[in-house]
């Protein structure tokens, strides 16, 4: 197993969208990025810790590379978006890679230039050395598992979900 963690505004979609996928186990939503030991929730979500959310898990590389991993995660948000996605703004809610070692950087780099070829705009896509990874809260985990009609997942969290789905159906657990 070899571990990942991404970037790509709230936590709560990256989650959902990157539990749902063959070979990665462990999705836990939390913070990296950043110079604050430990922070909870609230002070990231106020700013001035430098953290991004992220989702953090294990995968499989014989049944998930981390190129495709990263085809996912480059059409799940909007990689042309400094410090927000849609309604979310802030520095914790830029996208971001965070590798662990030169083949992910590699594997990154090479995402990223593809991601180009499908968005406009460029793509600002941070591309940095995995750092501490801090778990958030544990009301966090499943959010969106355990809280589908709440109206920021239903209206935010629920399309991303569907598309990732629809668009990676090849690599998506069947559903439970």
Known sequence: MKKA??????????????????????VQPGF?????????YQEVCAGGTGHAEVAHFSYDPALISFS????????????????RQGNDVGEHYRSAVFFYDAEQERDALAAAKRAADIW??????????????????NYHVDYFANNPDQP?????????????????????????
């Open 5 to 26: 963690t991404l970037a790509g505004g709230c936590f709560w979609c990256t989650e959902a969208v990157f539990k749902d996928l063959i070979g990665v186990e462990g």
């Open 32 to 40: 990296m990025g950043g110079h604050v030991e430990r922070p909870s």
């Open 68 to 83: 495709d991993i990263l085809d996912v995660f480059f059409t799940m948000h909007d990689p042309t978006q400094i410090n």
């Open 120 to 137: 406009d705009g460029t793509v600002v896509t941070q591309i940095v050395p995995a750092g501490p990874f801090w778990a958030a809260e």
């Open 152 to 176: 920021y997942c239903a209206a935010v969290v629920a399309p991303k979900v569907v598309k990732a789905r629809k668009m990676w159906a090849s690599k998506m657990k069947p559903k439970r």
